[in-house]
């Protein structure tokens, strides 16, 4: 998201507390919001003081303040950065007026699993032997049960069920680093939704890699902006979310998959697909994978939809791609630490993993009912599987304006811009988390608080 899009003007005009306060407040609103990402560079001082109107010693004064937060850090001729925060950190009464609803951060709600890992421990201490396992070396792919059990849970997207298809991660968006680190080069380009994963954006910053944004609409990529994207650029890759998109929620259909195969078989793309969201489905379409066996890289993990503390994912390909990203592994870590796939794996296997992403779908479907009432008449996009709602704004709100004026009600979302591949105008829209409030009254609270203030737009829309 551009800076000018993070700070309400509007908001300077209050007489209560001096500017640099109301600056670095609006500031840490973003950073608790995940509006910056942990490490990014906040706008140089002076640009930000022209854009605001206020002095560049305002500005330093309020990072100064950020810093005292534990918020940011400075670098001596270099500028000032994010740091990186726990889930849990707070700001003391003073500085905030009180915690803001989060409707921003897209948690998994909790469940039955505190319970479900006590009783994975209890099983896992009565075996001498899978105690000693978990505390040893293990391939880099994975210990040969946990492989299967990855196998086993792979089969809901229609895959064959092999384990010498499957290896262990820690995580999809391990596995996602594992792919691009071992098979792309610095200035690779990938081809990806105009809308998408902001973990795919991080790491292409990290790796130099370019994103290019493929047009979308209500079914997800389209299949003839992939197919001119795949001649303009000299590619090799393409990333995609064909289930439970994030941050829209649209579902491609069979035939769009089809479209989107043989395109990528004609162009020989490799086709990473992220399979994260779709763990809610009770009955997922097949995926890409199942046209691409040899040219595709199947994601799948369990943050969004048990825990995610859970660190563990699965990751399949052919066999012989899955020797390149062992050596990955090897290098980075070794190996992906035993125990938390043990853990996945009991829960697999002894059913525990259906039940609770089944009490997770049964919450997320309370959620969205009650979201539905109090929302009721305005425009969003949902999925009765999907915890997220995708929101276009009304005329005359902007998607950074409102969503200043949201937290300046206490309230935090996402933007399109969070989501948006390359210099292309975002959507004005946000993406409205219901899972991470505590609480079903905190998310009522929130989203009522939205709910009024689309009804009171204000006069004339701030520049996009």
């Known amino acids: 998201m551009s800076f000018e899009q993070l700070i309400s003007i509007t908001s300077l005009g209050d007489a209560t507390k001096p500017k640099y306060q109301l600056i670095a407040?609006?500031?840490?609103q973003s950073i608790l919001a995940g509006q910056f990402a942990m490490g990014e560079k906040l706008p140089p001082q002076r640009d930000l003081a022209h854009r605001l109107g206020v002095t560049a010693g305002t500005i330093s004064r309020a990072y100064a303040n950020l810093e005292r937060r534990g918020l940011a850090s400075a670098r001596v001729g270099d500028g000032t950065y994010?740091?990186?925060?726990?889930?849990?950190?707070?700001?003391?009464?003073t500085e905030l007026q009180a915690a803001p609803i989060d409707l921003a951060h897209n948690v998994s709600i909790p469940t039955d699993d505190t319970q479900?890992?006590?009783?994975?421990?209890?099983?896992?201490?009565?075996?001498?032997?899978a105690l000693r396992e978990v505390l040893s070396y293990q391939p880099e792919t994975g210990l040969l049960r946990h492989r299967e059990a990855g196998a086993q849970w792979l089969k809901r997207f229609g895959t064959s069920g092999d384990w010498n298809r499957v290896m262990i991660t820690h995580g999809a968006q391990h596995g996602l680093a594992c792919i691009l680190r071992t098979l792309a080069r610095p200035g690779d380009a990938v081809l990806t939704e105009s809308l998408s994963y902001p973990g795919l954006q991080a790491l292409a910053r990290s790796m130099r890699l370019q994103l290019i944004g493929v047009e979308m609409d209500s079914e997800g990529m389209v299949p003839q902006a992939l197919e001119r994207a795949a001649k303009t650029f000299d590619t090799k890759f393409m990333y995609c979310s064909p289930s439970l998109h994030n941050p829209t929620g649209s579902t491609m259909p069979i035939s769009r998959r089809e479209e989107i195969a043989a395109i990528a078989r004609k162009s020989n793309l490799l086709v990473i697909e992220d399979g994260v969201h779709a763990a809610a489905q009770v009955s997922p379409l097949p995926a890409l994978s199942t046209w691409l066996p040899e040219r595709s890289f199947l994601l799948s993990s369990f943050s969004k939809v048990i825990a995610p503390g859970l660190r563990i994912g699965f990751l399949e390909a052919a066999p012989e791609w899955l020797?390149?990203?062992?050596?990955?592994?090897?290098?980075?870590?070794?190996?992906?630490?035993?125990?938390?796939?043990?853990?996945?794996?009991?829960?697999?296997?002894?059913?525990?993993?259906?039940?609770?992403?089944g009490l997770q779908r049964k919450a997320i479907q309370e959620r969205l009912a009650i979201a539905n009432t109090v929302l009721d008449g305005l425009d969003f996009q949902s999925d009765s599987e999907y915890p997220l709602l995708w929101m276009p704004l009304p005329d005359p709100w902007r998607a950074g304006q409102f969503s200043a004026a949201l937290r300046h009600a206490g309230v935090l979302v996402r933007t399109a811009d969070h989501f948006a591949v390359g210099r292309s105008a975002a959507p004005h829209a946000i993406r409205i988390s219901l899972n991470s409030p505590q609480t079903?009254?905190?998310?009522?609270?929130?989203?009522?608080?939205?709910?009024?203030?689309?009804h009171s737009p204000p006069s004339a829309p701030m520049d996009p």
Do not use: C
Not at 82 to 93: C, D, G, I, K
Not at 116 to 125: E, V
Not at 334 to 344: F, T
């Open 116 to 129: 479900a890992l006590k009783r994975a421990f209890d099983a896992l201490s009565a075996s001498p032997e």
């Open 25 to 28: 407040d609006d500031l840490a």
């Open 323 to 357: 020797d390149k990203l062992a050596a990955s592994i090897r290098a980075d870590s070794w190996m992906v630490a035993p125990l938390m796939p043990e853990i996945a794996s009991h829960w697999i296997e002894s059913g525990e993993m259906e039940y609770l992403i």
């Open 82 to 93: 994010v740091r990186a925060l726990e889930r849990s950190t707070s700001f003391a009464p």
């Open 440 to 454: 079903t009254e905190q998310m009522v609270s929130g989203l009522n608080t939205l709910k009024s203030l689309i």
